[in-house]
């Protein structure tokens, strides 16, 4: 019999309490390519061992984001799922799935890497680390995540390394960090957790004496958009 919805019947597998979701959902007719793709990429990668729902959630959300974003995709978008980097990133994801807290933290991993898929102008290069910063964002906790966009936030209209133009935020950007709840000492240890991910950046030399200077980089202000898109409200996944 047809199938009119094969991503709605591979939900309605994902919601099965059985260790052959990817075997199921292989044998959907009228799968699209980029899910049928997907799907058997992850499926080698953890070799017929399905460990939870967090795998499944993040698996669908990737499956399903990307094909919510259809109308961005490149034309050699075939090419690029046969990839190695986005193999690495299929496999990060998949491993970072099953150590998520729950589903909807895998889910959010999931709508991340379908995002970073996608990237264009001068951020296009950033796809090839995208394994990375599926690992990064799998790692920081909330008050990273949240002094993170603080210091995307205290510095408006600043060229990222432009030392000049963060230090007239300086103030600002003190002032932002207190009434977030940040004391100088979360501002040092965050700031400096941060640099270890290389999301930001502490000058060897500091605006003024005891004071602690701290300014995202390119590459966390990346992570960020990608996390800013896959949180825009979308339909629920099972």
């Known amino acids: 019999m047809a199938i009119d919805d094969p991503l709605e019947k591979i939900r309605q597998i994902a919601n099965e309490e059985n260790s052959e979701f990817f075997e199921k959902s292989l044998q959907v007719a009228g799968l699209a390519l980029p899910l ?22 993040a698996v669908i959300a990737l499956s399903y984001e990307l094909e919510r974003l259809e109308s961005k995709w490149p034309p050699d978008f075939e090419t690029v799922l046969d990839s190695p980097w986005f193999r690495r990133a299929t496999a990060a994801l998949i491993d970072e799935a099953q150590r998520a807290a729950d589903e909807d933290h895998a889910r959010l991993l999931g709508r991340v890497a379908a995002h970073g898929c996608l990237p264009t102008g001068h951020d296009a290069h950033r796809r090839e680390d995208l394994a990375s910063y599926i690992r990064d964002l799998a790692r920081l906790g909330e008050d990273d995540i949240r002094f993170l966009k603080l210091l995307r936030n205290s510095y408006p209209n600043v060229t990222a390394g432009h030392h000049d133009g963060y230090v007239r935020h300086f103030d600002g950007y003190k002032q932002k960090a207190r009434d977030a709840g940040f004391e100088e000492d979360d501002r040092i240890a965050l700031g400096t957790r941060l640099a270890g991910f290389g999301l930001a950046y502490e000058p060897p030399l500091q605006p003024a004496r005891s004071q602690h200077f701290v300014r995202p980089t390119k590459r966390g202000l990346y992570l960020l958009s990608l996390l800013d898109a896959a949180e825009l409200p979308v339909v629920q996944q099972n």
């Open 36 to 57: 049928f793709k997907i799907l058997a990429l992850a499926k080698g990668i953890v070799d017929k061992r399905l460990n939870g729902n967090p795998i499944k959630a």
